[in-house]
């Protein structure tokens, strides 16, 4: 009886998503092209908490870590809603985020959601007050949505995408 109690339980918890932290290779090839000088890349320095999030490691730059600053394009550019714009990694590797069943806890404020298509096509926004995982579940449980945007209700930034798990 406890045995089917605790079963029945974990499945409940079971969060329906799966987090995309950025890929390592585009984290790797950013700190590649920034020791190369590339114009996009750019080098800075935190210099204050919740200023700079590292979207490999999904957490924010403690003030005096280097960052690097550069485009990221997030929907593709042939298609209408195109989307690039400017994100932050770690200089130094960082470990790519991996509770992805988890919202990370570092970005429960101050989200918003952007639902796309299969085509890639925005169909719909809003902002989030508290914890986004309530949102994205409702959202993903739409058969016409095939991934969540996370962005920064402030400014904007792209922060993290979401799938179905
Ligand atoms: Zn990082």
New binding site residues.
Partial sequence: MRTVRTRGYADRMKNTFRIVPLPTETADAARRSASNGAPAHQIVVADAPGSAP?R??L?WAEPGERMILFPFQSIPADRPWTESGPIY??QEP?ERYAATDEFPAAFREGRALRQYDAQDELTGAEVVDGDPATAIERLLGDDNVAFVQVRSVTHGCYTMRVERA
Avoid: L, T
């Fill in positions: 590292c490999h490691c957490r990694v770690h960082c």
